[in-house]
């Protein structure tokens, strides 16, 4: 098992910055790629927000391209987002999802976070 552990979301301003953790723990052979999704309220479909791969290529949704900042320390399997001029749509759970590996059999593992809510207010 792989389990994917996120944290530093909360409560911040528009125009205000937040940065998200997510700490990937287990039988790990390798990650591939990384990524942050979210959920906004009112049963919103979950949307990509940033991957990044193993070698550093990242993508980025349309509506944070310029604002967010997809980063990872491969050492530490782990993956952050640095989210600066926050707006209020930007307001959801962030889900972290990790590809890779696992160490004990080689099978491959698609894992997700339990969520980290961010709320950004007007």
């Known amino acids: 098992q792989v389990q994917l552990v996120e944290s530093g979301g909360g409560l911040v301003q528009a125009g205000g910055s937040l940065r998200l953790s997510c700490a990937a723990s287990g039988r790990i052979l390798r990650i591939n790629a990384m990524g942050w999704y979210r959920q906004a309220p009112q049963g919103k479909q979950r949307e990509l927000v940033a991957?990044?791969?193993?070698?550093?290529?990242?993508n980025y949704a349309d509506s944070v391209k310029g604002r967010f900042t997809i980063s990872r320390d491969n050492a530490k399997n782990t993956v952050y987002l640095q989210m600066n001029s926050l707006k209020p749509e930007d307001t959801a759970d962030y889900y972290c999802n990790a590809q890779g590996y696992y160490s004990n059999n080689g099978y491959g593992f698609d894992s997700w976070g339990q969520g980290t809510q961010v709320t950004v207010s007007s």
């Open positions: 991957r990044i791969s193993s070698g550093g290529s990242t």
